[in-house]
């Protein structure tokens, strides 16, 4: 089924294969393979791939651009970026993965994950539509990972595009420690409260003693009518963000 699905998909990008492939330099697509240790097969997908759409005003021969990769690409993406992160953070709830996936798809990422592979060195683009930019290039190499994403799936299939994913922008990610893990846990139980349909947390001071060099306060989270957790902190703040975290632990447990 899979294969007849490939085979469909390649008959959308019929015609022009011989003279494209010339266009765009053969060595450069052995270059790239070796990069990636990845051996094309329906070459033409990945021409396609790296062809952004400003290069069809100075090159008409190209009658489509990578545009619809890039759909395909970031729906793959974003399926592998899920996995991966339901199975390395079993006891999260939904707002934190949903949260730390958009971290690891946004177009930063895309761009330090594009930049590892140097595939601008690869992209078909009008130098006219950067002019200098640097985030106009951070747009077209972020669209063309993509979319060399969605080639890698149509020509080798879903395990070679999630080998490829994890390689070069998940496991960097984690190993550089660029993705931030949200830390407003406030925030969090908010989401949380109103997705659950509870009621809205509300946090009372419980006490607060010591010096005012050296203060501890004690809050209480009460969502409804009942206390979700006690938090303490050198400040107000950090006192509700501790009970927050305790509340949104007991939530998961309760649901569980």
């Known amino acids: 089924m899979f294969k007849i699905f490939r085979r469909f998909i390649s008959n959308l990008f019929p015609g022009g294969k011989q003279a494209n492939l010339l266009k765009f330099e ?14 094309f097969g329906q070459k033409e997908i990945f021409i396609k791939a790296l062809t952004h759409r400003s290069y069809l005003e100075i090159s008409p021969e190209f009658e489509k651009s990578n545009e619809r990769l890039e759909f395909l690409g970031d729906a793959v993406l974003g ?31 895309l761009f330090e994950a594009a930049k590892r592979i ?40 879903l395990k070679t595009a999630e080998h490829f994913i994890v390689r070069w922008i998940i496991t960097p990610n984690f190993q550089s420690g660029d993705v931030k893990v ?15 349909k509870l009621s809205a947390p509300k946090y009372k001071v419980v006490s607060e003693e010591g010096p005012d060099h050296d203060k501890k306060f004690v809050v209480d989270v009460i969502i409804g009518s009942e206390s979700y957790g006690i938090g303490e902190g050198k400040n107000k703040k950090s006192a509700e963000q501790e009970a927050a975290k305790i509340a949104i632990d007991k939530i998961f447990r309760n649901n569980n």
């Open 118 to 157: 140097n595939l601008f060195d690869f992209v078909l683009y009008d130098h006219r539509y950067v002019r200098g930019s640097e985030e106009g290039k951070k747009t077209i190499i972020a669209d063309c990972l993509e979319a060399l994403i969605g080639a890698i799936y149509l020509d080798k299939g």
């Open 79 to 109: 399926l592998v970026a899920a996995e991966t992160l339901f199975q390395k953070f079993p006891n999260k709830h939904e707002g934190f993965l949903t949260k730390y996936r958009s971290h690891l798809v946004d177009k930063e990422a």
């Open 182 to 196: 949200d830390k407003n846990f406030k925030g969090q139980l908010l989401e949380i409260t109103h997705s659950e």
């Open 26 to 39: 053969r060595e450069k697509l052995v270059l790239l393979e070796k990069r990636l240790g990845i051996k």
